[in-house]
């Protein structure tokens, strides 16, 4: 398939461009700055996803986005949404325009990220942000949701945990996923025939896992990796029970920074 992969000069858009080529698809990279990332050499536009002639350009000719660029961090509530729902709306409307009706998302823990962790997560339990990034994540679900059941496409929001080369803490015992799993995971979210609005969660299959990898396997995404392998290397800290105590972590515990604007 032909995908546009925003963000793709970012740590999981790097990711990406490394192992989705090897899966048979041909690649184009969105990101506001950078020369072409490995796997993008061929097609790379710079460019702001909030800028519509940049998108529509972007996502003319492409069958499926993947749709990774934004802030990582918490922010502001206007910068919150400007990077993560303006996007996804310019994103979505260039969809329309040229007949694309596949977006893989990437979402966010901490659009739950206060949801206590006192029993199995299910990707159905109620919107429970953390933090204004995690709002922002809520409020770009519900935008996907808005337009798959207006319009004729399909979308997959995908939950990620931690997604880094290694887990270093505790918690990120649970909360991994690994680089190669999230490049199954999307090539899953873009492949799999007509999902409609689904709602996966994005970890590897981790031994002490707690979130329902169900809805990713009925997707065809089965996480191959599992953090435990680097148990051994993390040490024991005090917070660590504080950071597991809720779903978002150390993010769900820091005081939200006001006033919202
Ligand atoms: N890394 C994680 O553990 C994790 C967990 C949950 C969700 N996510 C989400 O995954 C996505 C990618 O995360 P990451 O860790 O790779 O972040 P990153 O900061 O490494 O990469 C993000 C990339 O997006 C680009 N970008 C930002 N705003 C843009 C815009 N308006 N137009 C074009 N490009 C823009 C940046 O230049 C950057 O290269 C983000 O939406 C993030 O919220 C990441």
Same mark, same amino acid.
């Given at each position: 398939?032909?995908?546009?992969?925003?963000?793709?000069?970012?740590? @999981?858009?790097?990711?990406?461009?490394?192992?989705?080529?090897?899966?048979?698809?041909?690649?184009?990279?969105?990101?506001?700055?950078?020369?072409?990332?490995?796997?993008?050499?061929?097609?790379?536009?710079?460019?702001?996803?909030?800028?519509?002639?940049?998108?529509?350009?972007?996502?003319?000719?492409?069958? %499926?986005?993947?749709?990774? %660029?934004?802030?990582?961090?918490?922010?502001?509530?206007?910068?919150?949404?400007?990077?993560?729902?303006?996007?996804?709306?310019?994103?979505?409307?260039?969809?329309?325009?040229?007949?694309?009706?596949?977006?893989?998302? %990437?979402?966010?823990?901490?659009?739950?990220?206060?949801?206590?962790?006192?029993?199995?997560?299910?990707?159905?339990?109620?919107?429970?942000?953390?933090?204004?990034?995690?709002?922002?994540?809520?409020?770009?679900?519900?935008?996907?949701?808005?337009?798959?059941?207006?319009? %004729? @496409?399909?979308?997959?929001?995908?939950? @990620?945990?931690?997604?880094?080369?290694?887990?270093?803490?505790?918690?990120?015992?649970?909360?991994?996923?690994?680089?190669?799993?999230?490049?199954?995971?999307?090539?899953?979210?873009?492949?799999?025939?007509?999902?409609?609005?689904?709602?996966?969660?994005?970890?590897?299959?981790?031994?002490?896992?707690?979130?329902?990898?169900?809805?990713?396997?009925?997707?065809?995404?089965?996480?191959?990796?599992?953090?435990?392998?680097?148990?051994?290397? @993390?040490?024991?800290?005090?917070?660590?029970?504080?950071?597991?105590?809720?779903?978002?972590?150390?993010?769900?515990?820091?005081?939200?920074?006001?006033?919202?604007?």
């Amino acid at each position: 398939m032909k995908v546009l992969v925003t963000g793709a000069g970012g740590s @999981i858009g790097r990711a990406l461009g490394r192992g989705l080529p090897g899966l048979g698809h041909d690649l184009r990279g969105l990101d506001l700055v950078g020369d072409p990332a490995p796997g993008y050499q061929h097609d790379w536009v710079v460019g702001d996803c909030l800028d519509p002639d940049v998108v529509d350009a972007a996502v003319r000719g492409v069958d %499926a986005v993947a749709h990774f %660029a934004g802030d990582p961090d918490e922010g502001s509530l206007p910068s919150s949404l400007e990077s993560h729902v303006h996007t996804t709306a310019r994103l979505l409307e260039a969809m329309l325009r040229h007949g694309v009706d596949r977006i893989a998302y %990437a979402s966010s823990n901490h659009a739950v990220g206060r949801t206590p962790h006192d029993r199995p997560l299910t990707t159905s339990v109620r919107p429970r942000p953390d933090t204004f990034y995690g709002t922002a994540k809520v409020a770009a679900e519900a935008l996907l949701s808005l337009y798959v059941d207006r319009f %004729a @496409i399909s979308a997959v929001a995908m939950r @990620i945990g931690t997604c880094v080369a290694e887990p270093t803490t505790v918690r990120e015992l649970s909360t991994w996923l690994s680089f190669d799993d999230a490049v199954r995971m999307v090539d899953a979210a873009i492949r799999t025939p007509a999902p409609g609005y689904t709602v996966v969660h994005g970890t590897s299959a981790n031994t002490r896992g707690w979130w329902d990898l169900a809805p990713g396997r009925a997707i065809g995404f089965d996480p191959q990796d599992d953090a435990e392998h680097f148990a051994g290397s @993390i040490a024991a800290r005090t917070q660590d029970p504080d950071e597991n105590a809720l779903v978002g972590g150390p993010l769900a515990l820091d005081d939200l920074v006001r006033p919202a604007f």
